[in-house]
């Protein structure tokens, strides 16, 4: 285990079990803990001894957002939190090389929502929700959430959502595309753990190039994505994990790929 503070990084096998830790505060995002997660998640991002990492919170709630005990940010501060603290850590999940797992074994909400909603998949537990409730103190959705609940909803439904402020639960949440799978209470990281060890088995050099490829998609033209495909897949037919999945498949066996 690493870190003692805000954020908490554990190693089970290859997998990097990034925790939230403030539940006494609901994992509110404070100042030391934008900082130490965006720090976390690069650094995890870097390792290539970590195959896939889950992001989790400590506590009865995956995070609240952000701590508004801790009083409202000037203009100024807003700009600055938003570019240079919550947006690294978050686009660190979107561009590093290996699946980011976040495990909800409670709710997401607010700038919570955005670290949940950008990573690459989620596991939800029945009783959790995800709420963006920017409106009801006067805000927009921040945190890149104005990008990505259009693509994920369509217009009508993440506007609704917005404007509302309610409440999606996990049922909904599965029905609508926002979680991949739905868990008994409690069971959020234990059920990424284990999605985690299937997807370190796979090959960590076409999964990187597969994850660059779709996130690049949904800003690029169909055009660019023939082309970026085409870039991508030359380096992946040279790979020794080529040659051992087509002779897995010939020789009807399961396939044993490299460690990337």
């Known amino acids: ?55 989790t919170g400590e506590g009865r709630l995956f995070s609240a957002g952000a701590d508004l005990k801790a009083g409202a940010p000037t203009a100024a501060q807003a700009h600055s939190q938003l570019l240079e603290e919550y947006g690294p850590a978050l686009t660190a999940i979107a561009d590093m090389p290996k699946p980011v ?23 939800m537990a029945e009783s959790a929700y995800l709420q963006a409730p920017f409106n009801d103190i006067g805000l927009l959705p921040d945190g890149g959430l104005s990008w990505l609940l259009p693509r994920m909803l369509g217009y009508g439904h993440a506007f609704e959502f917005i404007a509302e402020s309610r409440k999606l639960d996990a049922t909904r949440c599965l029905d609508l595309g926002l979680v991949n799978r739905i868990v008994a209470d409690g069971h959020a990281v234990l059920e990424a753990l284990a999605w985690a060890e299937t997807l370190a088995q796979r090959p960590a050099l076409a999964l990187a190039a597969s994850k660059q490829a779709m996130r690049s998609a949904l800003s690029s033209t169909y055009a660019q994505a023939l082309i970026m495909e085409a870039e991508l897949q030359g380096p992946l037919v040279e790979s020794q994990d080529c040659a051992e999945g087509i002779a897995a498949f010939i020789e009807k066996r399961l396939p044993k790929f490299s460690d990337g």
């Open 1 to 55: 285990m690493t870190g003692t503070g805000s954020v908490i990084t554990d190693r089970v096998g290859t997998t990097a079990l990034v925790k939230l830790n403030r539940p006494d505060v609901l994992n509110a995002f404070d100042a030391g803990m934008r900082s130490a997660l965006r720090d976390t998640l690069q650094a995890v991002g870097d390792d290539t001894s970590v195959r896939v990492v889950v992001l």
């Open 101 to 123: 797992i976040a495990a909800l074994d409670g709710p997401a909400v607010g700038i919570g929502l955005a670290y949940a909603l950008i990573c690459d998949l989620r596991v």
